[in-house]
């Protein structure tokens, strides 16, 4: 069956009595912590979730996933003090139309080397490339919506959600006439992949240090009131039961307070009570909220300057700005990093992405654009997070307003038109079905030297698919907007 014929049978129709089904959902999340905290810390919910994996293309799944080896090796590259310092320029001409977060984040990375060098060396990403399907000429290609190198979520969540959909497949709980093959719902391991990566840093600081291994530990550094804590401490409590190493989470401020640094044979180490840490595994820092005083960024140049890995360093944050992402579509930037020969899988999946605020041919380019075919575009800004881009006709009224200082702070990308696919999506127990839009996220990780380049480990570690109803144009999920799906694999 082709992908536009399996689009036909959805929404799936339900069993006349749907009651079960989703209690058998709520239940089967309860129990396996496919879950979110609420406002109540103390309560949880079943995270939203969509009843049935929205059919998608193999070789787009595909395609996707082989490209990651190539985005991670890229991205560690270009964290990397190599090739004259590549992203300095960039950043350099960037912060000052993002004072307040990229221009701090800038004077974070430069305050924490010592004599033009980072204090350690190696860095872990854990990183993820975010796809539309694309049906230009009907073609289905993935294009890549961004690529993200800090704080990447629901990793924990999604491995969840396909042992859901294929347990509710494998007991009928769907009914007798909706058939699933079982080998087309593929699970997604980036619990235990992710934690593998996170572990493999964790050695690698162990040799190198001479640390003992009993007596270090990773530290995560977490949002206070995290409602998204459980995808978080799925990969904890993996690197506990696989690989038998502690996490002991802390919030950026927090962290100042409850370890220390100690001078060990002239190099910084940071310790949490007796344990030295291998590890500072960022999920807080990625937004400017998280950033209230200066304290806080005094906090985020402390844990970047000792001997821990940083999961990412600065350096690496600032290298998922939404700017590097457009310069790469420029193809004699991107062969800077990539050779001709391996560069087609990479380019296959971008779309135009233009500059604001130069004086290039771009520049002049998006301006227009973004005046004449605003319906095309969205413009974003340097944030993660979802919530923050401007879409199709409200761009020409903002950039109207924006002072002309802050215009290079944007980027115009060509929208991407996914199919839209009818599904039933579960929200705290509510069902919601209507027409809805897919982003397939492809997990990577890498550990590399970022003095030379050199890449330790490198894997692509699972995946995740996020649905949004159409008529939102952001597809957050802890945001509020979107939910947690699977792949139904369709040729
Ligand atoms: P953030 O860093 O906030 O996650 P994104 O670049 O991922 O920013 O944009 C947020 C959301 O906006 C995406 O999840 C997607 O739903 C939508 N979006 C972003 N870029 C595009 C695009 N080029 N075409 C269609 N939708 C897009
Ligand atoms: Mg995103």
């Excluded at 919910?45 to 090796?73: C, K, M, W, Y």
């Excluded at 799925?234 to 690989?243: A, F, G, K, T």
């Excluded at 595994?281 to 821990?308: I, M, V």
């Amino acid at each position: 069956m082709t992908f536009q014929e399996k689009i036909k049978e959805y929404p799936v129709t339900l069993p006349a009595s749907h009651g079960p089904l989703l209690k058998s959902v709520q239940d089967w999340a309860f129990s396996n912590g496919l879950t979110m905290l609420t406002d109540d810390p103390a309560t949880a919910v079943h995270a939203p979730v969509t009843l049935h994996p929205s059919p998608f293309p193999r070789s787009v799944f595909d395609e996707s996933i082989e490209a990651q080896r190539g985005f991670n090796t890229l991205y560690s590259k270009i964290s990397s003090f190599t090739n004259n310092n590549w992203l300095d320029k960039i950043i350099d001409k960037l912060a000052p139309s993002d004072p307040d977060f990229t221009g701090k984040l800038w004077k974070t990375h430069k305050l924490s080397l010592v004599d033009g060098k980072p204090i350690q060396p190696l860095t872990l990403g854990l990183f993820r490339s975010d796809y539309m399907i694309d049906q230009k000429d009907g073609n289905l290609t993935p294009k890549q919506v961004e690529f993200n190198t800090v704080s990447v979520s629901f990793g924990g969540l999604t491995s969840k959600v396909a042992d859901l959909h294929r347990y509710l497949a494998a007991t009928g709980a769907y009914g007798d006439d909706a058939k699933f093959d079982l080998d087309d719902i593929p699970r997604s391991n980036s619990i235990s992949e992710l934690a593998n990566g996170l572990a493999q840093a964790h050695k690698a600081y162990v040799a190198q240090n001479g640390a003992q291994k009993s007596k270090t530990a990773v530290l995560a550094v977490v949002e206070k009131h995290e409602k998204n804590a459980i995808d978080q401490r799925h990969l904890e409590y993996q690197l506990w039961d696989n690989h038998g190493i502690v996490t002991h989470r802390v919030s950026m401020l927090e962290a100042t307070k409850v370890t220390e640094i100690r001078d060990l044979d002239g190099v910084s180490r940071l310790y949490y009570n007796d344990a030295e840490v291998s590890v500072v595994y960022f999920r807080e820092g990625y937004s400017p909220d998280h950033f209230p005083t200066q304290a806080h960024w005094d906090a985020r140049l402390y844990l970047e300057k000792n001997r821990a890995i940083k999961c990412p360093s600065v350096y690496t944050q600032l290298a998922g700005a939404k700017k590097v992402q457009q310069i790469l579509t420029d193809k004699s930037e991107l062969l800077k990093f990539v050779s001709e020969k391996d560069i087609g899988p990479l380019v296959n999946t971008f779309v135009e992405i233009l500059p604001l605020g130069e004086d290039s041919e771009g520049g002049k380019r998006a301006e227009q654009l973004a005046r004449t075919e605003p319906e095309r575009f969205v413009l974003k800004p340097q944030r993660e997070g979802g919530g923050n881009n401007i879409y199709k006709q409200d761009i020409p009224g903002f950039l109207e307003k924006l002072p002309k200082n802050e215009w290079s702070a944007y980027i115009l990308m060509e929208l991407i038109n996914p199919p839209v696919i009818q599904n039933h999506i579960l929200r705290k127990g509510e069902l919601f079905t209507g027409d809805t839009l897919s982003e397939l996220g492809v997990f990577g990780t890498v550990l590399w030297n970022s003095e030379n380049g050199e890449i330790l480990h490198n894997d692509t570690t699972g995946w995740l698919l996020r649905t949004k109803l159409e008529s939102s144009n952001e597809g957050g999920v802890a945001a509020g907007f979107g939910c947690i799906d699977g792949v139904y694999l369709v040729d």
